[in-house]
Antibody, heavy 121, light 107 residues
C-alpha cells in the first residue's frame, strides 16, 4: 500500500527557512515524480513544483523560484521541500503528492497528510 | 499561467440530489483536467483524471465530462459524506493551477 508520511508542524520566524520531509513507502520511489502543493488557511490549493526522484531534476513554479529547493534521499525514499526567506504569507499547510504519470505536471493520486508551517514573529 | 474558474463557489443541496460543478480554463487544455475532493482538515483525494476517468475506488456516482476549456463534475445522488469541497486542476502545463473550489453544503 502506498503511503506518504510528512514531518510535523513547524513554527518559524520571518526570514527563516523551513524544510519539510515526505517519507514514502509501498512503491518504487524513483519511478514517480513528487509534487508539492500548499494551502493557506481557508484558501485554495497552489502548486509549488515537482521533483523527479530518479535523477533529482526539478521544476519550480515561477512564484517560488529562488526560494524553494526540492531534493530527495533515495536510500530512505524521502522527498524534501525547503522554503527560505519566509514571510507571514507562507503560513500554510504544505502537502507532498505523487504524480500519477511520469510528467512534469500530472494528476496527484496519493498525498501526504500535510505539514502546517506557521510563520510568526 | 492557465487560469481555472470554478462555479459555483458554493451550493446547497439535499441528500439524493444531483449536482453539477463547472470548471472553465482560460485556454484549451485538451482533456488534462482533474477533480479532487477535500474533507476538512484532510489532504485532497483524486476523484477524476483526464476529464472523465474515474480514479480507483471512487464511487460511480461521480462522473466527469468535457474537453478543451469547459468541464463538469456531476454527482448523481449526493450522499452525506459528499458535503465537502471540490477542486478542479489542470495538468496541461506548469504551473498546475487549481480552481478556487466549490463547497457543497447541506440545504
Amino acid at each position: 500500500q502506498v503511503h506518504l508520511v510528512q514531518s510535523g508542524a513547524e513554527v518559524k520566524k520571518p526570514g527563516d527557512s523551513v524544510k519539510v520531509s515526505c517519507k514514502t513507502s509501498g512503491y518504487r520511489f524513483t519511478m514517480f515524480y513528487m509534487h508539492w502543493v500548499r494551502q493557506a488557511p481557508g484558501q485554495g490549493l497552489e502548486w509549488m513544483g515537482v521533483l523527479n526522484p530518479g535523477g533529482g531534476a526539478t521544476v519550480y513554479a515561477q512564484k517560488f523560484q529562488g526560494r524553494v529547493t526540492m531534493t530527495r534521499d533515495t536510500s530512505t525514499s524521502t522527498a524534501y521541500m525547503e522554503l527560505s526567506s519566509l514571510t507571514s504569507d507562507d503560513t500554510a499547510v504544505y502537502f507532498c503528492a505523487r504524480g500519477k504519470e511520469v510528467a512534469t505536471i500530472a494528476p496527484f493520486d496519493y498525498w501526504g497528510q500535510g505539514t502546517l508551517v506557521t510563520v510568526s514573529s | 499561467d492557465i487560469q481555472m474558474t470554478q462555479s459555483p463557489s458554493s451550493l446547497s443541496a439535499s441528500v439524493g440530489d444531483r449536482v453539477t460543478i463547472t470548471c472553465r480554463a482560460s485556454q484549451s487544455i485538451s482533456n488534462h483536467l482533474n477533480w479532487y475532493q477535500q474533507k476538512p482538515g484532510r489532504a485532497p483525494e483524486l476523484l477524476i483524471y483526464a476529464a472523465s476517468s474515474l480514479q480507483s475506488a471512487v464511487p460511480s456516482r461521480f462522473t466527469g465530462s468535457g474537453a478543451g476549456t469547459d468541464f463538469t463534475l456531476t454527482i448523481s445522488s449526493l450522499q452525506p459524506e459528499d458535503f465537502v469541497t471540490y477542486y478542479c486542476q489542470q495538468s496541461h502545463s506548469t504551473p498546475g493551477t487549481f480552481g478556487q473550489g466549490t463547497k457543497v453544503e447541506i440545504k
